[in-house]
Structure formats: C-alpha cells, structure tokens
C-alpha cells in the first residue's frame, strides 16, 4: 500500500467503496500483507476513520474477515468478557479475523486493566494477521493512552514493526466544510435556484458542491461476522 495513493484518494473525496477499487486490493495482495500492521496517523477530521474502513471493505471484498470497532468499545467488550469468564472464548473469535480495524485510538485514557487486554489482543495478531489502526496521538504520546509507559513502549514496537503508516495531517476536512458553509449559503442567496437539486433527483441536497470533504462514520460497524 503506498502512502501516496492514500493521501491522494482522500484528497479526492472518495467513497470508501471507491477506494477499495482504486486500491486493487485482491485476495492474494490482501492476504500477503496480513501479519502487517498498518497505522494511520493525524488529527480529528483529516479522514482516519473514512480511509479505515474503506481499507476493510477493501478487504472484505477481497474475501477476508473483518471487525471494525473503536477502541473504546473494544476494550469496554474484553472488560465484560474478563468479568463474565468468557474471555478466552472473545479471543478465540478475534484471532479468526483477518483484519482487525481499530479506531479512535488516543482519544481517550485506557485505564490499566483495559490497556493490558488491549495489549492482549495486539500481541495475539502480532505477524499472525493484520490490525489497523487509527489514532490522532502521536507515538511519543501513547504513554498517556496506555498509563505505563513500559506497555506502552510494547504496543509501539508490535504496532510499527512492518508497518505501513500514513500521515493524514492536521487539516481537518470538517472544520473546512464548516468555513466554507457560509460563502456557500450567501452565494445561493445571491443566485437563488443556481446549483440546486431537488430530492426527487437521487436525494442529492440542494447545492452540494462535488467532492467537499470526507464522508466520516463514526459509529463502530461490523463489516463482518
């Protein structure tokens, strides 16, 4: 996967199936990257979570399994596991995934037993199958996610070891939309009907201007079984 073609495609505004086509991915490319992790990196807003999971339907296309989830919602899952005794059974479930796409990390502090299981998870696919992740903290800054700096150091150094990792830089899409909204607005009021689409025409929204930013999901998904 080259850094560039990503970079590119989300300065296009592609969907997320369109990226998975772009990016030619078939099973035997997908299948010979698994084992490497892949880490997207840059601030809230520049299209981690966009790029993410078209790198799963990318994959799931390509006939492999995939979860996406947040890290938080991860970590809350391997909790309740740990608790109810079930958790050898989750990770058994984990380790028949081929790609693991896990976002939203750095958001948020891990406590210390949470970190430890997340760690678990990690190391398990650690040059067995592939994990991808996408945080808005820097690696120098995992030692206040994770609280130990030692565990920490670990999941850095499994997390970045053949990995493919790309910048999505610090201009966030979103807040770009937002400052744009307003010339937008006064333009259609200068010119009212000029660029408009009725709903009956596809759904489209009245004045959408062609590639004006980055369709982000937020919600975990499974993009499969």
Known sequence: ???????????????????????GYSRTTVARALGEPVVLLGDSGTGKTH?????????C????????????????????????????RLLGQYARLDLRCLDELGYRQLA???????????????????????????????????????LAAAVVDRLTFKAHISET????????????RPARLAGRAAHPGAGAESDD??????GSPAGSGIDIHPRPVALAA
């Open 169 to 180: 830089g610090s201009d966030s899409y979103r807040l770009r939309t937002t400052r744009t």
């Open 201 to 206: 025409q596809g759904g489209a929204r009245s």
């Open 1 to 23: 996967m080259e850094r560039s073609t990503i970079q590119l495609l989300a300065k296009r505004g592609k969907s997320q199936r369109a990226i998975a086509r772009e990016l």
């Open 112 to 150: 210390t037993r949470g970190a430890e299981l997340l760690f678990q998870v990690i190391t398990a696919r650690d040059e067995r199958a592939s994990i991808a992740v996408a945080t808005n903290a820097s690696f120098s800054e995992w030692g206040h996610v994770f609280t130990d700096a030692r």
């Open 51 to 59: 790029l993410l999971i078209g790198l799963g339907i990318a994959a």
């Open 61 to 88: 296309e390509a006939g492999l399994r995939v979860r996406y989830t947040t890290a938080a919602a991860l970590v809350n899952e391997l909790v309740e596991a740990a608790d109810e005794r079930r958790l050898a």
